[in-house]
């Protein structure tokens, strides 16, 4: 870049000095701006948690910011088997079990296809291969409403709408274009030198692939099962269009716990519910950390 | 993209190759553009529930844009996705900045601002739903603490409930953001700084008119992503208000999907599906097709 190049290269000769704190007050600015920001990101968090653990009648008194006085965790076991979507009052946990069996496959499938496709694409690369990697790619801007009516059609006319193979089905499909250009970026950067090797000591498609490449390719696995579990766990507009209501979610199923409720709105059941509901993304976040950010980046920023 | 040689043409095991893509190819060719095309035919005819072979030319068109709730959907839209993307792009810059001071607790700042991208819109919805209650939420708690004329019933009102949307998914997104724009802001030469300060460049100064331009491909970036969300919106809006009170939070996503499957208007909901569509392309291609010079540019400076 011609901007920095010129500004970088005159004061070589000046002998590097370690970069100075800021004086005071723009540092105590600094911080104050920090910590303000944080609060705002971390109230929501602690208010769900307060309220989960606070009964009716200590929410009724008011104070959503207020220390729960008399913690109980009443409200989490109402919310796990006891609260009601509609006429069933079974909690949330069928919900959870069926975001598990939703999420596993499709992941599991989507990260297989996208393994292979980069693979195919970066070392193989046969005749308009590239033509088809751009068209998936394109299809990654394309707004989901645009295809939702055509696939439950199509899907409608194989017998697997509303059911949990076409769930999983359609997730792949969503999930695809960000899982090859993620395993396509990662196999373009290993030596081309290894594939000719494997090559010419005979190796094949498949066994270059699972000999060779899938071994190497540990990190970007990690990070693709990272994204592809969030997304999916995430997911509500898919879940609610194709799963069924046999295997409805458990974004679903709370946004159907709390508003299609009636009678009395049990906040704290609601949040608890909530709370449980993000429970597996937000593990996966605080316990992968940086690796997150790294998904966020590697499927974003490069292409 | 890295420039890779074909090896030497083995054409038994490049068959193999194509075999192994053809999910890919299915779903390229025929989950992506097919359903485009299926969609678009759909929208030139007056379709209810089942797809009818009949073609109306533009009518479906015409009927959408004298509706007057795909009008609010659509003025909505902006207006959400302007104070949205605005409003992520400068505090997601701002904490970027400011963490990049080599601030103490670096890491649990980073954790503390990025922890919302994790959880889904629905949760999202939900807790900001509950906190912004009129009656135990913000305005319950100043109200009892003395402040009686307190007022911050946004959430309940026809001419702000859209701005509660804005703040929760603001909440959500912009960690994104300061994550994306710390990382820009990490691989700037350390050089820059010391030239600006011998030149006497106040630091504002150079971060506006010298590391915002540099910044350039991780903000363009930022901005796909976040102008994908704001097509996308739907979930924190289903979850928050159900696009109300009445109509005053509908969005175009929860348009097509009301007529898809609650109303059976399906003619309609593809014609306003393809605007969607045409929308999107018009403001991606543009930003996604500067953003790869942007790139390429970068990588031909670094190179020489």
């Known amino acids: 870049m011609k901007r920095d190049g010129s500004l ?41 948690l307060a309220t989960s653990l606070k009964p009716m009648a200590e929410i009724r008194l008011g104070g959503i910011f207020a220390l729960p006085l008399a913690p109980t965790i009443e409200p989490w076991r109402t919310a796990w088997q006891a609260a009601c979507t509609g006429l069933e009052c079974e909690g949330i946990r069928g919900g959870f079990w069926n975001s598990v069996k939703i999420t596993v496959p499709s992941v599991l499938l989507s990260i297989a296809l996208g393994a292979v496709n980069g693979y195919a694409l970066s070392f193989w690369r046969p005749r308009g291969a590239e033509v088809l990697f751009a068209v998936l790619m394109a299809g990654a801007f394309v707004p989901g409403q645009v295809l939702l009516y055509p696939l439950v059609r199509a899907l409608a006319s194989v017998e697997l709408y509303s059911s949990l193979p076409g769930i999983v089905i359609v997730h792949v499909i969503f999930g695809m274009p960000m899982m090859t250009l993620l395993f396509r970026n990662y196999y373009a950067a290993l030596p081309q030198e290894l594939f000719k090797a494997a090559r010419i000591d005979g190796g094949g498609f498949w066994r270059i692939f699972f000999a060779l490449m899938l071994p190497m ?60 509901t993000s429970l597996v993304p937000l593990a996966l976040y605080f316990l992968s950390g940086r690796w997150f950010v790294r998904g966020i980046a590697s499927g974003a920023v490069k292409g | 993209m890295v420039a890779v040689r074909r090896p030497a043409g083995r054409v038994g095991c490049v068959s193999v190759a194509w075999l192994a893509l053809l999910p890919m190819a299915l779903t390229a060719l025929g989950a992506y553009l097919l359903t485009i095309l299926w969609t678009a035919r759909v929208s030139l005819s007056s379709a209810r529930i089942f797809p009818t072979g009949d073609f109306v030319g533009l009518g479906q068109y015409a009927r959408l844009f004298r509706n007057a709730r795909w009008l609010l959907s659509l003025e909505n839209l902006a207006v959400y996705g302007l104070l949205f993307i605005a409003t992520c792009l400068v505090l997601g810059f701002l904490l970027a900045v400011c963490i990049d001071q080599q601030v103490a607790g670096e890491g649990v700042l980073r954790t503390v601002f990025l922890y919302p991208y994790a959880m889904s819109f629905v949760a999202t919805g939900l807790v900001w739903q509950w906190i912004l209650n009129p009656a135990l939420g913000i305005q319950g708690v100043a109200r009892r603490l003395g402040f009686d004329d307190f007022a911050f019933d946004w959430i309940v009102r026809k001419d702000t409930v859209l701005y509660t949307v804005v703040i929760a998914t603001v909440w959500q997104a912009s960690g994104l953001v300061m994550a994306l724009l710390l ?35 991780s903000l363009s970036t930022a901005c796909i992503l976040l102008f994908v969300m704001v097509v996308k919106l739907f979930d924190a809006v289903v979850a928050m208000t159900q696009g109300g009170p009445g109509t005053a939070s509908e969005v175009p996503a929860k348009f097509i999907m009301d007529y898809l499957f609650g109303r059976a208007n399906v003619g309609l909901a593809s014609a306003a599906s393809m605007v969607l569509l045409l929308t999107v392309l018009a403001i991606v291609v543009p930003l996604y097709y500067a953003r790869s010079r942007a790139l390429q540019r970068s990588r031909a400076g670094r190179r020489a």
């Open chain 2, 183 to 217: 990382s820009g802001l990490r691989g700037i030469d350390g050089e820059l700084w010391q030239a600006a300060r011998i030149d006497g460049i106040p630091r504002w100064r150079v971060y506006l008119s010298i590391v915002l331009p540099m910044l350039w491909p």
């Open chain 1, 8 to 48: 970088a290269v005159q004061p070589v000769s000046v002998a590097a000095r370690p970069r100075r704190p800021l004086f005071a007050p723009a540092r105590l600015g600094i911080y104050a701006f920090l910590l303000t920001a944080a609060l705002f990101f971390l109230v929501p968090l602690y208010v769900m």
């Open chain 1, 217 to 276: 390719s540990v990190p970007v696995i990690a990070v693709a099962a990272i994204m592809q579990v969030t997304n999916i766990w995430n997911d509500f507009l898919l879940g609610l269009v194709f799963a069924g209501s046999d295997n409805l979610p458990m974004t679903v199923q709370l946004n159907n716990i709390i508003n299609t409720t009636t009678g009395e709105r049990l906040y704290n059941v609601n949040m608890a519910a909530t709370l449980l």
